[in-house]
């Protein structure tokens, strides 16, 4: 019997769990939930056959090696800066390791070691990164696999509202960590190139610099962009692409609404506000605005942002309730990111009976036989409920099938990775397809980034 060793029982463990129980019989599987909350990991178990629950303190050396030290493989759900305790144990006791997170510095460090150890610590194997990367590389191959160059490269994906549970004018509700929305794009200047120019866009005009994104039976979407897209000239073997852009999608007009936020300073984390703790929503607001012994916090902040009475972002701020003198932030020394989360949550919070949905968008140029063309592949997937979510299922499956098939001896290739390689992403993404996570491919004339021709790029 084989032992898999899951740590953190959130909720993306859930479909993750799911799918392994499915298949501990035939392949003869026994799993061990950890978790810092001992009650989590008895939920994701349930009264399941070859399951079992155990309270895990990660940061607990003989807690965590006793566990790591009798399974098989390992899973890390763990928030990612929480892995790098996880892999260490791994490397000492010889065991294969899979996370859905990026690879970090530390991460990479240990790379030598694991090879030297001839094991498998497999990374950005969930949906972004995950399913975007082995989407990606299954087209780049098989043009390179024909003779054709890679011209162009642009990836978006976004976790959104399913649109029959889109009833708010942000078209927007959490659907993961809202921690992670709302703080997105600080930490570092948005790096890219297009037609062969590097560009950059520093966090305070991220927001105002989308692509706009059509995805057939869906409609229109922006992208804004990731932090570093360059790292992926090395990772995908694009160094001489003239156009490579990766970005987060959503809804048109969510950009220049999120806007708001970030010019009056709301989305930063980099200080704690006096007396968070009894502040009102309004009064949150307030501690942004310039003092005035007449004006309302309503007309300073439309002032000071020059947003008309009849403007849709005025509605869309009014819709947030934030000039409530009742609600209160109710946190002690609260950042101005951690006090607009609490707001948001109040109305951005699904409802029991929405679904997500998730949308990724690649675009592909590349030359061919002295001839260009251009491929858009897309795909959309609409979770079930609040349990089997389209987020959960996108993380969860990639990290399941990977873990089965290091198992079985189906991936072999040593080291710290990503799933940019065939022999990885080719048999995952065929097993995807029968759970309905299904991409759609177009193909046109290459029309490039600058379609209509304007000069000055």
């Known amino acids: 019997m084989k032992e898999i060793l899951i740590i953190g029982a959130g909720k993306s463990t859930s479909v993750l769990i ?10 003869d599987l026994f799993l061990k939930i950890g978790d810092i909350d001992l009650e989590n990991a008895k939920k994701a178990c349930g009264s399941k056959n070859r399951c079992e629950a155990f309270h ?16 098989d493989i390992v899973i890390s759900m763990l928030p990612a800066r929480f892995h790098i305790e996880v892999a260490k144990a791994c490397v000492k006791f010889r065991k294969n390791m899979v996370t859905a997170s990026y690879i970090s510095k530390e991460m990479k ?29 299954q087209v780049i191959d098989r043009i390179r696999a024909k003779g054709g160059k890679i011209l162009l490269f642009e990836s978006f994906t976004g976790g959104l509202v399913a649109p029959e549970s ?5 078209n927007y509700k959490f659907t993961w960590n809202p921690r992670n929305v709302v703080v997105a794009g600080q930490g570092g200047v948005a790096k890219f190139i297009q037609e062969g120019k ?13 692509e706009l994104l059509q995805v057939e039976d869906y409609g229109k979407f922006e992208g804004y962009a990731n932090r570093n897209s360059l790292d992926y000239m090395s990772i995908y073997g694009l160094e001489d692409v003239l156009t490579l852009y990766r970005g987060t999608i959503r809804r048109v007009g969510f950009s220049r609404a999120w806007n708001m936020f970030v010019q009056m300073g709301m989305t930063d984390d980099s200080f704690t506000i006096k007396d968070s703790e009894n502040m009102s929503y309004r009064d949150f607001v307030n501690s942004f605005l310039p003092y005035s012994p007449t004006d309302t916090v309503e007309l300073k902040l439309r002032h000071n942002l020059k947003i008309d009475q009849d403007d849709l972002m005025w509605e869309k701020l009014l819709e947030l309730d934030i000039f409530n003198k009742n609600k209160k932030i109710g946190i002690k020394e609260a950042t101005p990111a951690q006090a607009l989360q609490k707001i948001l949550m109040d109305k951005w919070s699904l409802a029991p009976d929405d679904k997500d949905m998730i949308v990724m968008y690649h675009k592909f140029g590349y030359e061919l036989n002295g001839k260009k063309k251009q491929i858009d592949a897309t ?14 299922k996108t993380v ?6 990977a873990t089965l098939k290091i198992l079985k001896g189906e991936i072999t290739t040593p080291g710290v990775q990503l799933p940019i390689k065939k022999e990885v992403y080719e048999p995952i993404l065929q097993e995807l397809e029968k759970h309905n996570i299904i991409f759609k491919e177009t193909e046109t004339e290459y029309l490039g980034y600058n379609p209509f021709g304007e000069v000055g790029n």
Do not use: C
């Not at 799911?18 to 019989?25: C, F, T, V």
């Not at 889109?166 to 942000?170: A, E, K, V, Y």
């Open 379 to 392: 795909m959309v997937h609409i979770g079930k409920d609040q349990a089997e979510t389209a987020m959960a």
């Open 166 to 170: 889109d009833t708010n004018l942000w």
């Open 396 to 401: 969860g499956l990639p990290v399941a099938i």
């Open 198 to 210: 590097y560009k950059y866009i520093p966090y305070h005009r991220l927001f105002r610099r989308t």
């Open 18 to 27: 799911e799918h392994l129980l499915s298949k501990a019989e035939t392949e």
């Open 109 to 137: 460090a240990l790379d030598e070691e694991v090879k030297e150890n001839g094991l498998i610590f497999m990374n950005e194997i969930g949906v972004d990164p995950g399913i975007d990367h082995m989407s990606a590389m």
């Open 56 to 71: 895990l303190d990660v940061f607990n050396p003989e807690s965590r090696e006793n566990a790591v030290k009798n399974a």
